[in-house]
Every structure is written in C-alpha cells, then in structure tokens.
C-alpha cells in the first residue's frame, strides 16, 4: 500500500506540473552504456561461458515532461553470442501483467537473468527479471514499485542485433536507468562441448554499441569496450 501511495504521488506531481506549465516535451540529453564479460579471461578460438552485466542509462533535462524511449537496438560484439540451446521456452501469456513472485513461478525454468530497473533518475524503482522465449526472443520482465505496475519488454535477436520495440510511451514518467545481468548458464552441449547462454571468446577486446529513439523524435547512442586475456 506503501508503494503505490508513492506511485500516486508521482503521478499526481507529474499530471500538475504539466497543467502548470503547459511547455513542449523534454529532451533527452545523453546515454551512456555498460557491457562487462566475467570472466574476462577466454580462449582465443573457443566460445566459452561468460557472464553479461548491462547498464544503460539515459538522462533529460525534465522529467516532469518528457518522453520514453520507444525502440533500443544494441549490436553485439561478434566475439559474444547467445545461444538459447535446452532452456524452456517461456510464452509471453505466462507472464505478462504478473509481478516478479508470480511471473518466476510462471516461467522458473527459463530465466536467464535479472536486475533493476529505475524510472525517472531513480524517483520510482523496479525490478527486472529476464526470460528465454524461444531461440531468437527474450522477455523483460519489470516490475516497477515494485508491486505497482508491470511492463514486458520483448527483446528480438537477428544475427548482432538484439532490438526492444514494444516500449509504451509514458510521458513524464520514463525508464531511465536498465541494470541487467545475464547469467552463465549451461544450455545443453555440441560435439561434446558445453553450450552457455552468453558465451565469448577473445581476439583482443569486446565492443558494444546500442541506439535509442525516443517518441520525442531524438536519437542517442553509446557504446562500451571491455579488455580480455587470452587462455594460454
């Protein structure tokens, strides 16, 4: 009850100021990006397990209006591939509109991952927890308050490219902040080897990149380097 008193008190803030000041939407005005691999240590030839952790923050001049994200593409390093392999196939009707408690209980075996989400710079928290949907699809579960609402992201992955479009517009309350961890998890094995969800090898260092386009008709884009050793 705590929580969406919180909830309704942002939202009321947000509706007044809007009324008050009957302005032009917000901009966004920068994004930064994390990837890191662990271990950072890989074979130079043979895709090897890793662990993903992710950043992606976004600041604005005015949260009070501004406007949400409404596509992030990220290009994947091709030294870092996922491979979905034997992790159960969670639908999307299994978990969407349920909180995290009931969407694990859902889905438990085809998590992937999980983390935090935050909305407008921190002012509302989350939860976030990631399921497998096939061999080319993830889901992105987020539970804001949390207990007050939730969002299913859909992730799509073609070839480098891992693309979250289904983002609704919510002007003046925005996911700003993703931390999100995708976890070393064995996926089944081929010719005898060890398949993971995230895996990695290393040639030198892994370089990611991501674009955002926002409702508001801009367009940020970060990137991330990360140094890797080489397994002797």
Known sequence: MRTHKF???IVAAVVGALSLTGVASATPTSQTLQATLSPAKQSKKTFGGARLHTVIATTFDDFTTSQSPKQTVFT????????NGNVPTCQLSQIQGKFTAQAQAA?????????????????????VTVFAGGP????IQTDIGPGATTLTII????????????????????LSNFDVTFNK??????????????????KKSWKNSEFTTFYSGEILAASASQKCKQKK
């Open 76 to 83: 994947i390093d091709p030294n870092i591939k996922f491979t």
């Open 7 to 9: 909830l309704i008190g």
């Open 155 to 174: 992730g799509a992955l073609a070839g480098r490219n891992l693309a979250f479009s289904n983002i609704p517009n919510t002007p003046g309350l925005v």
């Open 107 to 127: 889905c438990p075996q085809s998590i992937v991952g999980g983390g935090s989400v935050q909305v407008n710079g921190g002012a509302i928290g989350g939860n």
């Open 136 to 139: 080319h699809t993830m889901y």
């Open 185 to 202: 998890r064995k996926v089944g094995k081929k010719k005898g080897v060890n398949q993971y969800y995230v895996s990695a090898r290393c």
